[in-house]
């Protein structure tokens, strides 16, 4: 499975392999990789992510909308004023994953956010690599760089919460700091 390289879809277009499963091709083609630099922005891909550790991002993304709305949009000063009242919303809350650890995390996220001494999309993309380098098979795309252990060492002195070196990849990669769209992909610029 990891040598797979890109794939036509059922259109005939050619994608990396994800991109090709079902309600996944429009984030792939469109949204995925593709530079995220404002901090709002930013804050939210954060948050979907440390949400997504452990689990599908199909599950996170068809959930997405359920999220903005629970956590006021992603907007760091609300979602930093989050109580027990809150908690306790968002525990009920089908629309989201429930995770009491991931909640905690992000109203915990938001506040070391508000704290930070510089632009969350500055701090962030200090991290992003100068080379580019063009994957040709899932083989190629790893799971943590030095740069995202570095990036995840950062945040976590900074107070952050479930921001690991695979999430903060992942992070990286949703949001263009890398582009791991493979090799004939389109996707690819």
Known sequence: MTERGAEPGEDGVLR??????????????????????????????????????????AVILRKREG??????????????GFGEDDRARLLADAGI???????????????????????????????????????RTLADVPAVTPESTAMAKALKKRGFKFVGPTTAYALMQATGMVDDHLAGCVARP
Request: charged share 25%; proline share 7%.
């Open 16 to 57: 990396c392999p994800w991109g090709n499963a079902p309600d996944m091709t429009a984030y792939h083609d469109t949204e995925w990789g593709r530079p995220v630099r404002d901090d709002r922005g930013l804050f939210e891909r954060v948050s979907l992510e440390a949400f997504q550790s452990g689990l599908s991002w």
């Open 67 to 80: 999220f903005r709305a629970a956590f006021a949009g992603f907007d760091p000063e609300v979602v930093a």
């Open 97 to 135: 994953v429930r995770n009491r650890a991931k909640i905690d995390a992000t109203i915990a996220n938001a506040r070391a956010y508000l704290e930070l001494d510089e632009p969350f999309a500055e701090l962030l993309w200090s991290f992003a690599p100068q080379e580019r380098r063009v994957p």
